[in-house]
């Protein structure tokens, strides 16, 4: 079946441009998460979501992050006044049930903001 | 954020040859995965470890879960050209936040054929 889907795959945002991100998560995941990689880094937690509810939005660096999933399927990551701290790829992750550990990426947005 | 002590950083090894790799923590995990990461790709889940002591094998992988909960290593067997990437550990402890994967820095394999 289909996997998990993001788009752009690329993004390049002048500073202070607002910029918004789509995930596609699998059909029928329950929960969605989002996570920020750095250059030669592993991926960083964001946010959370248990279908439409947004649990934990613990790891936004800033309140220029903002997340949402209002049906409890497809998701946006929008980020207000682009800062050159925040290029990095940006990956989206689905889980099929509450209790499940699998988590499964999708090909991440490289966001590149100059 | 926390992050999990992965090693070697990188690694050069002719084809044919065995690999391993480990991740190390100071806080116990209760759940250990591990990925492969392709240039441009996200991750792709390899094999999932759920409790101490475990040893699972996929294919010429093979990982175990430490018995300590503090560690994992992953095995590969007779290296091909197409194991060629990044491989991450990601752990998941228990109570609250027990969603959020804590990835390592990454083991980068390079195969030489």
């Known amino acids: 079946g289909a996997g998990v889907s993001q788009s752009p795959r690329y993004k390049v945002a002048k500073r202070g441009q607002d910029v918004a991100l789509r995930c596609d998560p699998i059909s029928g995941h329950v929960s969605l998460f989002w996570y920020q990689q750095a250059l030669g880094q592993g991926p960083e937690f964001l946010t959370y979501f248990q279908n439409e509810a947004q649990l934990d939005k613990s790891g936004l660096p800033s309140d220029r992050f903002f997340a949402e999933r209002p049906e409890g399927s497809v998701s946006t990551l929008k980020i207000q006044r682009t800062q050159q701290e925040d290029s990095a790829v940006y990956l989206c992750a689905s889980s099929q049930r509450t209790s499940s550990h699998e988590q499964y990426f999708g090909p991440g947005t490289r966001l590149t903001v100059t | 954020g926390q992050q999990l002590n992965q090693s070697p950083q990188s690694m050069f090894i002719q084809e044919g040859e065995d690999v391993s790799m480990n991740c190390t923590s100071s806080?116990?995990?209760?759940?250990w995965l591990w990925y492969k990461q392709d240039p441009g790709e996200g991750p792709v889940l390899l094999i999932a470890l759920y409790k101490a002591g475990e040893l699972t094998s996929n294919g010429r992988l093979t990982a175990q879960f430490g018995i300590t909960r503090k560690d994992s290593f992953l095995n590969i067997s007779a290296s091909i050209p197409s194991d060629v990437g990044i491989y991450f550990c990601a752990g998941l402890q228990s109570g609250a936040g027990s969603y959020q994967l804590t990835f390592g820095k990454g083991t980068k394999l390079s195969v030489i054929p």
């Open positions: 806080s116990i995990f209760n759940t």
